[in-house]
């Protein structure tokens, strides 16, 4: 497994300053966009089930920045990061929150089915691993039309125990697709530990690729340079021909499985802990070294924009009911 670490002690590359404030905005916007909608869900003001991923900003800042923009992705359903990250304006995410016809699903899909292939994102899903196999058939088609394109699917720990997660990883490796699988290690398959559920060390996660002969890179998700930089380096070795990558990245849910999850099942110390410690957007700030007249201007331009979202969502369209059924199939 190579590792961020080795890279840079090879002589690899680095993030700049101006680049890691970038990612820094980024990051933080993910992080009031979902404050802000917890808020308006806790009000009954959103339906359905809602699940934010507050504490992995890093990893949806940091990955899809090292895309290409005729790449695409294919999230969970913990996907309002990575739908902002791939470039869906934040209006467009919290009217499909809302239900309303100018949501990026046309208010079909609502939190857990954000759509945008127009950006490059084929769809969070509810189905764990259910987005991985439709990422192996993108790449099957880039390579099948010789196009220099990476496909992506991210994935949670729980994932690796599906069915499928097997099947994709194995088909990929055989066919040598430009895919790359991010697997998005927090340590909780909803509201069981690892250890519960994983015959390996939570660590060791991705030696799961092992058996497929599938490379692995493996950062810190905390860190938003390692995270890029790990991804620059799988897309490079995804697209060059060599096949699909793991990338296996240790992140912290910082939060509950969802909005209202009252985490029973979750020493609470070590969750003070891991929010004092491991929370990536103080890790960036403390490292950029940003006063908080550096910060307060960033924090009040992305809470703005936030909230502007809001507005335009409770403006936006009701979907006419004769419209319900319009694109069901079977």
Same mark, same amino acid.
């Given at each position: 497994?190579?590792?961020?670490?080795?890279?840079?002690?090879?002589?690899?590359?680095?993030?700049?300053?101006?680049?890691?404030?970038?990612?820094?905005?980024?990051?933080?916007?993910? +992080?009031?966009?979902?404050? /802000?909608?917890?808020?308006?869900?806790?009000?009954?003001?959103?339906?359905?089930?809602? #699940?934010?991923?507050?504490?992995?900003?890093?990893?949806?800042?940091?990955?899809?920045?090292?895309?290409?923009?005729?790449?695409?992705?294919?999230?969970?359903? +913990?996907? =309002?990061?990575?739908?902002?990250? /791939?470039?869906?304006?934040?209006? +467009?995410?919290?009217?499909?929150?809302?239900?309303?016809?100018?949501?990026?699903? =046309?208010?079909?899909?609502?939190?857990?089915?954000?759509? @945008?292939?127009? +950006?490059?994102?084929?769809?969070?899903?509810?189905?764990?691993?259910?987005?991985?196999?439709?990422?192996?058939?993108?790449?099957?088609?880039?390579?099948?039309?010789?196009?220099?394109?990476?496909?992506?699917?991210?994935?949670?720990?729980?994932?690796?125990?599906?069915?499928?997660? #097997?099947?994709?990883?194995?088909?990929?490796?055989?066919?040598?697709? &430009?895919?790359?699988?991010?697997?998005?290690?927090?340590?909780?398959?909803?509201?069981?530990?690892?250890?519960?559920?994983?015959?390996? &060390?939570? @660590?060791?996660?991705?030696?799961?690729?092992?058996?497929?002969?599938?490379?692995?890179?493996?950062? @810190?998700?905390?860190?938003?340079?390692?995270? #890029?930089?790990?991804?620059?380096?799988?897309?490079?070795?995804?697209?060059?021909? !060599?096949?699909?990558?793991?990338? =296996?990245?240790?992140?912290?849910?910082?939060?509950?499985?969802?909005?209202?999850?009252?985490?029973?099942? %979750?020493?609470?110390?070590?969750? %003070?802990?891991?929010?004092?410690? !491991?929370? &990536?957007?103080?890790?960036?700030?403390?490292?950029?070294?940003?006063? @908080?007249?550096?910060?307060?201007?960033?924090?009040?331009?992305?809470?703005?924009?936030?909230?502007?979202?809001?507005?335009?969502? /409770?403006?936006?369209?009701?979907?006419?009911?004769?419209?319900?059924?319009?694109?069901?199939?079977?």
């Amino acid at each position: 497994m190579a590792t961020v670490e080795e890279k840079a002690e090879s002589g690899g590359r680095r993030v700049s300053e101006e680049v890691l404030k970038g990612f820094f905005r980024e990051m933080l916007l993910i +992080r009031r966009f979902e404050e /802000k909608v917890e808020e308006r869900f806790r009000a009954g003001e959103l339906p359905g089930f809602l #699940h934010v991923a507050i504490g992995q900003e890093a990893v949806a800042t940091g990955v899809c920045a090292a895309l290409e923009g005729d790449d695409v992705i294919a999230s969970t359903h +913990r996907a =309002h990061g990575h739908a902002i990250a /791939k470039g869906t304006p934040v209006e +467009r995410i919290m009217a499909e929150l809302y239900g309303k016809v100018e949501g990026c699903s =046309h208010g079909y899909g609502g939190s857990m089915h954000l759509y @945008d292939v127009e +950006r490059g994102n084929l769809g969070a899903n509810a189905v764990v691993a259910g987005g991985i196999p439709g990422i192996v058939g993108a790449a099957l088609a880039f390579q099948m039309r010789d196009e220099t394109r990476v496909a992506v699917a991210f994935l949670g720990d729980g994932a690796t125990n599906a069915g499928t997660f #097997h099947e994709s990883l194995n088909l990929a490796q055989l066919w040598k697709v &430009p895919a790359v699988f991010v697997l998005e290690n927090n340590g909780w398959a909803e509201s069981t530990p690892a250890k519960q559920e994983l015959p390996l &060390p939570v @660590d060791e996660l991705g030696k799961r690729a092992l058996a497929y002969g599938m490379k692995t890179i493996e950062a @810190d998700g905390q860190d938003v340079e390692a995270v #890029h930089l790990a991804a620059l380096a799988a897309r490079e070795h995804a697209v060059s021909g !060599k096949g699909p990558v793991l990338l =296996h990245l240790r992140t912290y849910r910082l939060t509950g499985h969802y909005v209202g999850d009252p985490q029973v099942y %979750r020493d609470k110390e070590e969750l %003070r802990k891991e929010r004092e410690t !491991k929370d &990536p957007i103080t890790l960036l700030r403390a490292r950029l070294e940003l006063s @908080d007249d550096d910060f307060e201007p960033v924090d009040s331009e992305v809470t703005a924009e936030v909230s502007a979202s809001v507005e335009f969502a /409770k403006a936006g369209t009701d979907p006419r009911p004769e419209d319900a059924l319009k694109y069901v199939y079977a």
